[in-house]
């Protein structure tokens, strides 16, 4: 049995998480998730960028609803914070 470390897929997770908590207080929630999720898809070999971006987002707004809405938590809201 021979095994291997895809050591790319690793680093784009990494990477993707390094960005997500740098960008998290600037962006807010939703945008700097919806980066993660789609980098994670992008990392996993995901050929449809635009529909993981869509789902991305969409999946990132239904967690902050839940964390609000749900469960009285605030999630951080950065820059959109005051527009929506």
Do not use: E, H
């Amino acid at each position: 049995w021979r095994t291997y470390s895809d050591w790319r897929t690793v680093g784009l997770v990494l990477l993707g998480v390094v960005v997500f908590t740098t960008v998290l207080n600037i962006l807010g929630w939703i945008l700097s998730a919806a980066f993660l999720f789609w980098i994670i898809c992008y990392a996993l070999g995901s050929k449809r960028p635009g529909f993981d971006a869509g789902v991305s987002l969409l999946f990132a707004s239904a967690i902050q609803l839940a964390f609000n809405a749900g469960l009285g938590l605030n999630l951080p809201s950065g820059f959109l914070g005051g527009l929506l």
